[in-house]
């Protein structure tokens, strides 16, 4: 079984809609990063977190680490917003290596 | 702008050949990692470095070797190329003490 659990694998959603990625953990970590991978493109962090809540733009990401659970949620998305996002964690003592979600590919549509 | 680049983007080479992929960061980073990207698996670690003259073995690091003489540089060679290493490769570098990723943009490896 896989220690990052992404869900759904896949999610297709009409432009304006309000979007969540789950991300669950069955690991102690040090941190959580949100990842997001363009079609044929490069890999950016959205976020790094560790605890509570952060905000970008039109995205937000939580942590609950008492439920090992993290939710990537994307308000009034766009079609620019189509992607695969990726959850990563980083566990204790394991320097900067990351272990991966196997992600969830989001298409959003006019 | 620092930046992380890779190249080449794409490469195309027969079962057997050596290939090497390079890395070069210009963020000063002491990490540095390669990873491969299969459907179905995610990203799986190949090689990492924590600073120069560094290296260690990842998950999936058989059939790989890196060497990192330099900061800014850890170079990927597939020593016998195999089909089994068809794939996208990332290379990616951090600061110390765990900060922000920063990933290259990918090199796709096709082995015929």
């Known amino acids: 079984k896989n220690e990052v659990e992404q869900s759904p694998q896949n999610l297709t959603a009409q432009e304006g809609e309000f979007i969540t990625i789950n991300c669950s953990y069955s690991?102690?970590?040090?941190?959580l990063h949100w990842l997001q991978q363009h079609p044929g493109g490069g890999i950016v962090s959205l976020f790094m977190?560790?605890?509570g809540k952060k905000k970008h733009g039109r995205l937000i990401a939580t942590i609950n680490i008492q439920e090992k659970h993290s939710s990537l949620h994307i308000t009034a998305s766009h079609p620019r917003d189509s992607a695969v996002y990726i959850c990563?964690?980083?566990?204790?003592?394991?320097?900067?290596?990351?272990?991966f979600g196997t992600g969830t590919r989001l298409q959003v549509t006019l | 702008d620092a930046e992380i680049t890779q190249s080449p983007r794409h490469k195309i080479t027969e079962t057997g050949r050596q290939v090497t992929l390079a890395c070069h960061q210009t963020?000063?980073?002491?990490?540095m990692f390669w990873y491969r990207q299969d459907l179905g698996h995610g990203l799986r670690l190949i090689h990492y470095s924590y600073g120069v003259q560094d290296t260690n073995k990842g998950e999936v690091s058989d059939g790989y070797s890196v060497s990192r003489s330099n900061t800014e540089d850890l170079p990927l060679t597939l020593e016998s190329a195999a089909s089994s290493q068809t794939s996208v490769y990332f290379c990616a570098s951090s600061g110390v003490g765990g900060t922000e990723a920063f990933f290259g943009q990918g090199t796709r490896l096709t082995v015929v």
């Open positions: 963020w000063n980073h002491n990490n």
């Open positions: 990563a964690v980083r566990k204790p003592g394991t320097a900067s290596k990351l272990t």
């Open positions: 977190l560790s605890s």
């Open positions: 690991v102690g970590i040090s941190a």
